[in-house]
Structures are given as C-alpha cells and as structure tokens.
C-alpha cells in the first residue's frame, strides 16, 4: 500500500547537521582542549565550561556556524531518507531556530552559511533537496512553532524535546525526537529514534 504524501518538517542544527567533528576540530586547533578529548560537540562543550570557559565556548559557536560551517557534515542516513520521502511524493520542509548573527565575536550571517551548506550538500544528482521556498530559519524558538503551524506539517522531527513539548507546537503535527546518544528515554510526546534510518521506518508508516 502506497503511502499518502504528507508534509514533513525537519530542524536543521543537531537533527540534520552533526558538529561533533568539526567542533573538535576547532578546539584542537584553537588549542583549547586535549587533542584526545572525545570527538563530540558535548564533550568539547563541557570540556570548556570544567575550564571556566563558557565565553570561549559562546565564540567558538558563532565561528563554527559561520565561518566554517562547510566543514560541518549530514548524520548518516541523511540523504538516502530525503531522497526517499521526495521519491514517495512528501514534501520536505527545514523550519529551524537559528539567531541571524552570533551572540559573541564576528558578526556572521548564521542564516546564509546554513542556506549555502543546504545547497551544497542535501544534494543528489546535482539537484537540491529542499527548494530554498522551504528553508525557513526563525529567530525565536515561538516564531520556528508557528512557522511550523503555518506550513501545516503532519510530522515533525527535532533533537529538543522542549520544542515537541512546547504548549504551542501544533496539535495537528506528530512528533518526532531525534536522540542519537539517548539522552531523553523520558519523551513520551511521540516516537523517539536513534538514527535516521529508524525515521524512514516511520515515514514508511505515515
């Protein structure tokens, strides 16, 4: 039985981009961490803050997102699952809440890197998986909730259990929590997956 094309939105820092490496990568070189710290964005971002370094933690976030966010990458199972829910007919939306510039240091577009990086790597056969009238970047996390309204999304897929939880999340949008380190076992708003081969399981269900 064929699937009935439904709306999907996706957030986009965390749930599509994974910063593990790249937030690793700027450290070591920024010689703020040992080199043999554990390749993820958590580590380094706890790393920092057991130093008292929370400022240089808030810069480095601003760097990353801005001037190398091209080095950041998609979690696995990115493309193949976007390029079956476009082959199944679904329309794919990235709502995400993202501040135009960093809170500290260089005043980088965040909202450009993010848009050249979609257009350069949620590609397949040199076509763009999500057309640039779908990539909606929100300032506030209320304004990404009633995007998300506006556009009528039927599924929902985050890595902040606060934003599926919010009061205002859309009644009619079934959520889904991106967990890939089970850090929430306790979210029960809806189907909580580890990868994004697990999320095409569910899609294929919708």
């Given at each position: 039985?064929?699937?009935?094309?439904?709306?999907?939105?996706?957030?986009?820092?965390?749930?599509?981009?994974?910063?593990?490496?790249?937030?690793?990568?700027?450290?070591?070189?920024?010689?703020?961490?040992?080199?043999?710290?554990?390749?993820?964005?958590?580590?380094?971002?706890?790393?920092?803050?057991a130093?008292?370094?929370?400022?240089?933690w808030?810069?480095?976030?601003?760097?990353?997102?801005?001037?190398?966010?091209?080095?950041?990458?998609?979690?696995?199972?990115?493309?193949?699952?976007?390029?079956?829910?476009?082959?199944?007919?679904?329309?794919?939306?990235?709502?995400?809440?993202?501040?135009?510039?960093?809170?500290?240091?260089?005043?980088?577009?965040?909202?450009?890197?993010?848009?050249?990086?979609?257009?350069?790597?949620?590609?397949?056969?040199?076509?763009?998986?999500?057309?640039?009238?779908?990539?909606?970047?929100?300032?506030?996390?209320?304004?990404?909730?009633?995007?998300?309204?506006?556009?009528?999304?039927?599924?929902?897929?985050?890595?902040?259990?606060?934003?599926?939880?919010?009061?205002?999340?859309?009644?009619?949008?079934?959520?889904?929590?991106f967990?890939?380190?089970?850090?929430?076992?306790?979210?029960?708003?809806?189907?909580?997956?580890?990868?994004?081969?697990?999320?095409?399981?569910?899609?294929?269900?919708?």
């Open positions: 039985m064929e699937c009935k094309p439904v709306k999907i939105g996706l957030d986009f820092d965390n749930t599509i981009v994974c910063y593990d490496g790249v937030f690793h990568k700027v450290a070591v070189e920024q010689g703020v961490i040992p080199a043999d710290t554990s390749v993820d964005k958590v580590s380094v971002r706890n790393a920092l803050r130093k008292g370094q929370e400022g240089v808030t810069e480095m976030q601003g760097y990353v997102y801005g001037a190398r966010m091209d080095d950041a990458t998609f979690f696995p199972s990115v493309i193949d699952t976007l390029v079956a829910a476009r082959d199944e007919g679904h329309s794919l939306f990235i709502v995400s809440h993202k501040t135009r510039h960093p809170f500290m240091g260089p005043k980088y577009d965040l909202h450009e890197a993010a848009r050249n990086w979609i257009f350069s790597h949620l590609v397949f056969d040199g076509q763009p998986l999500v057309e640039g009238g779908s990539i909606n970047f929100r300032e506030k996390k209320s304004d990404k909730l009633d995007r998300s309204g506006h556009i009528g999304c039927d599924i929902f897929l985050d890595d902040l259990p606060e934003i599926l939880e919010a009061p205002n999340f859309p009644v009619k949008t079934k959520s889904v929590l967990d890939p380190r089970g850090h929430h076992l306790s979210f029960v708003d809806g189907p909580r997956v580890s990868s994004w081969i697990e999320f095409r399981k569910i899609l294929s269900l919708v």
